[in-house]
């Protein structure tokens, strides 16, 4: 699969797509750009609005994001909760300084030497074989990884980057309880092939500017291929 995906993972993406199509979302992408984030979804959809309902210009219509989760450690690096890994990094970082100290201590030659006064000086710790400093710094740098880069679930729902949000998972994944709030639920039918929706998603009535946004997306993965069928 391109990128190391698993066919697990390709399948959800395909089986988002079809969902979203049977529920009136005509229009759909795979692996596009978030509006106002900097994260990629796994599948996005939009659905026209009836424009014989309305006067005047006819309405933007509705969005959908859709990420696939086919194991449980994937969801558990996109899931964690922001503030309980905010206070263990916290935690871990002040315990790495109170280490560094007491290292400093017990190994004066660590100092680089950049100033006159050694309680400014800086201390390489790259070199140092300690077991526990080691491991307090693998545990820094993926809690920060986990903080920055990775609390997708979370911080979506406060972007409000579509109208729906979903996460779509292989049985057993996740437990719906443990989703924040406003995602939906759809989970694999591993006979049929299509989801099933398991819980329903609070409709967060996104900015038109990230619908249209969305949409325009959308627009551009099918742009190469318009291309090609003109040439």
Known sequence: MPGGESQTHLDLKRAALRWAYEQGYRSG????????????????????????????PAPLGRTAIFECKASRPDYLRDGAPEAATRDALR????????????LAVHHPDLRLGETLFPEYDRRDFTGLTHEGHRKLVAEIALLERRLHARTKFARLARYRPADALYAVAAPGVLDPAELPLAWGLLVLDPGSGGLELQLRPT????????????????????????????D
């Open 29 to 56: 992408a795979l692996e596009v750009r978030i509006p106002a984030s900097n994260y990629r979804a796994d599948a996005v959809a939009y659905r026209p609005a009836d424009a014989r309902a309305a006067d005047g």
């Open 91 to 102: 935690r871990s970082r002040e315990r790495l300084a109170k280490l560094e100290r007491n």
């Open 203 to 230: 409709l967060l009535d996104a900015p038109a500017r990230h619908r249209l946004d969305l949409l325009q997306r959308i627009a551009a993965k099918a742009a190469p291929w318009m291309r090609a069928a003109a």
